[in-house]
C-alpha cells in the first residue's frame, strides 16, 4: 500500500520568511496529491491540491511542486504570518472518488515573531 | 463547498460501553466515506473505508468487531465503537470525496473526541 513520508516534523521560521514542508511517496499509481492544515483542536482544512498532469500550482502565497519521477512533491509558503502557525499535513491518493487517502506524520509549522 | 458534519463532537463514556459517531454528507452524496483516528500530535491513520449497502474495509490492524460501521444510505455512515476502554480514547473523524471528477477533495467532518473513562 502507499507511504507517505513527511519532513520536517517540526518547523520554526521567522515571520515574514518562507517555509518548505516535503514529502515522498512510495506507489507510483497515486496521481493525487493534497495538502491540508489543521489547528488545535479543529478539522483539517484542504488548502491546496496537485494532480500528476501538472508539476506546480500556486495559490497566493501557497505553491506546491510535484516530481512524479522521483515520487516528491513539497510545499512552500511565502512571506509567512502569525496565522499560518499549525500542523500541515500532505497526502497521496489514487484520482477516483473511492480512493483512499494517506496522510504523512505532518509538520508543525511555527512561525516566530 | 461540500459539508460534512458529525456528531457528537465531544463524548465521554465509562469503561466497557459502546459510542455510536455518525458521519453525514449534507450537500453530496457519498457512496464512500472514510474513517480516521488521530491521536494527540499524531497524524490521521485511516481507520476503515465505508462503503454505501456493502461492508467496511478496515486497514490492517483495526478489529472490525470493535470498531462497527455502517453505512445505510448515500448520506450517512456511522461508527460505533464498541465495549470501549481507554486506550480507545481518541479523535475520531470522518471525511468524505465530493463529486465525480477526478482528483476531488477529501471533507472532514469536525470529529468526535472520545475519553473514554
Known amino acids: 500500500g502507499e507511504n507517505v513520508e513527511q519532513h520536517p516534523s517540526t518547523l520554526s521560521v521567522q515571520e515574514g520568511d518562507s517555509a518548505v514542508i516535503k514529502c515522498t511517496y512510495s506507489?507510483?499509481?497515486?496521481?493525487?496529491f493534497p495538502w491540508y492544515k489543521q489547528e488545535l483542536g479543529k478539522r483539517p482544512q484542504l488548502i491546496i491540491d496537485i494532480r500528476s498532469n501538472v508539476g506546480e500550482k500556486k495559490d497566493q502565497r501557497i505553491a506546491v511542486t510535484l516530481n512524479k519521477t522521483a515520487k516528491h512533491f513539497s510545499l512552500h509558503i511565502t512571506e509567512t504570518q502569525p496565522e499560518d502557525s499549525a500542523v500541515y499535513f500532505c497526502?497521496?491518493?489514487?484520482?477516483?472518488?473511492?480512493?483512499?487517502?494517506?496522510f504523512g506524520k505532518g509538520t508543525r509549522l511555527h512561525i516566530l515573531p | 463547498g461540500a459539508v460534512v458534519s458529525q456528531h457528537p463532537s465531544r463524548v465521554i463514556c465509562k469503561s466497557g460501553t459502546s459510542v455510536k459517531i455518525e458521519c453525514r454528507s449534507l450537500?453530496?452524496?457519498?457512496?464512500?466515506m472514510f474513517w480516521y483516528r488521530q491521536f494527540p500530535k499524531q497524524s490521521l491513520m485511516l481507520m476503515a473505508t465505508?462503503?454505501?449497502?456493502?461492508?467496511?474495509?478496515?486497514e490492517q490492524g483495526v478489529e472490525k468487531d470493535k470498531f462497527l460501521i455502517n453505512h445505510a444510505s448515500l448520506t450517512l455512515s456511522t461508527l460505533t465503537v464498541t465495549s470501549a476502554h481507554p486506550e480507545d480514547s481518541s479523535f475520531y473523524i470522518c471525511?468524505?470525496?465530493?463529486?465525480?471528477?477526478?482528483?476531488?477533495?477529501?471533507?472532514f467532518g469536525n470529529g468526535t473526541r472520545l475519553t473514554v473513562t
Open positions: 506507489d507510483s499509481a497515486s496521481n493525487y
Open positions: 471525511s468524505a470525496r465530493e463529486g465525480s471528477g477526478l482528483g476531488t477533495p477529501l471533507h
Open positions: 465505508s462503503n454505501e449497502g456493502s461492508k467496511a474495509t478496515y
Open positions: 450537500d453530496f452524496q457519498a457512496t464512500t
Open positions: 497526502a497521496a491518493s489514487g484520482m477516483n472518488r473511492d480512493d483512499k487517502i494517506i
